[in-house]
């Protein structure tokens, strides 16, 4: 099972970029699957989710700025973002994960830095 994320780099505050996070070994659709982050000195945050009916929810700092979607032909996730500001600073990870039984098994990209300048 792999999962890789990709998209992020250095923007400059209100620039956008798009994350994505491609899988391979497991079929994002049978999964929960969520956008993380963690910026220094700070815990991990879960910014944005998406369930199977595509029902989506975010962090109240991702709100009207972050956008997920899965694309289920590419078993790849995305999370579009917009209106940057710096504290959108952080290392970005996509994890799926699944309840089996009494078994939790969880997947997690290697993260991908977003850093965004005042």
């Known amino acids: 099972v792999q999962l890789v994320e990709s998209g992020g780099g250095l923007v400059q505050t209100g620039g956008s970029l798009r994350l994505s996070c491609a899988a391979s070994g497991l079929t994002l659709y049978d999964y929960a699957i969520g956008w993380f982050r963690q910026a220094p000195g700070k815990e991990h945050e879960l910014v944005a989710t998406?369930?199977?009916?595509?029902?989506?929810n975010y962090a109240d700092s991702a709100k009207g700025r972050f956008t997920i979607s899965r694309d289920n032909a590419k078993n790849t996730l995305y999370l579009h973002m917009n209106s940057l500001k710096p504290e959108d600073t952080a290392v970005y990870y996509c994890?799926?994960?699944?309840?089996?039984?009494?078994?939790?098994?969880?997947?997690w990209g290697q993260g991908t830095q977003v850093t965004v300048s005042s």
């Open positions: 994890m799926a994960g699944v309840i089996a039984g009494l078994t939790v098994y969880e997947y």
């Open positions: 998406i369930t199977r009916d595509d029902s989506t």
